[in-house]
């Protein structure tokens, strides 16, 4: 088995426009709403920005590099791993002729053992796919499902 070159992968149809799934992931405002915390102007190929869990001031937060920016195709960043390896993550936004969404997300670039490599693609499958279904709740009905916010 080639475990380098194994992906997290998860995709889905989405009631509502290329833009308007675009637009979940890559305004602050919106994407606040079901994943992680930002706090910037908007995202800029080439730039950096600081996503967080939770807006309180000692909140977990990591730095994610722009690397690409197409609307409303396609959106591509570098995030760190939990192990401190940087991984790829690749979002596109495919319209159908019902006005509709095919979201696919691919996260790549997993390093370590054959065994840390298969868990990290395992938990990263799990995590992507929680990610689609809380944008998808957000883009068809308005409803924010912040799938890190801690239980009360």
Known sequence: MQTASLTATARTR?????????AAFTEAAQMSRFWFYRNDAGLVAGEKVTWSLGNEADAFSFEV???VLEAPEKL?????????NTTEVMWTFEGTPEGDTILTI?????????????????DSTGGLNQ???????????????????APD
């Open 14 to 22: 989405i009631h509502g426009s290329p833009e308007k799934v675009f």
């Open 65 to 67: 590099t722009v690397k």
């Open 76 to 84: 591509v960043i570098e995030w760190p791993g939990p192990d401190g």
């Open 106 to 122: 691919v996260e790549s670039g997993f390093q370590g053992s054959d065994d840390a490599i298969i868990n990290s693609v395992l």
């Open 131 to 149: 990610v689609r279904i809380a944008a998808k709740a957000l883009v068809e009905n308005g409803v924010g499902i912040n799938i890190l916010a």
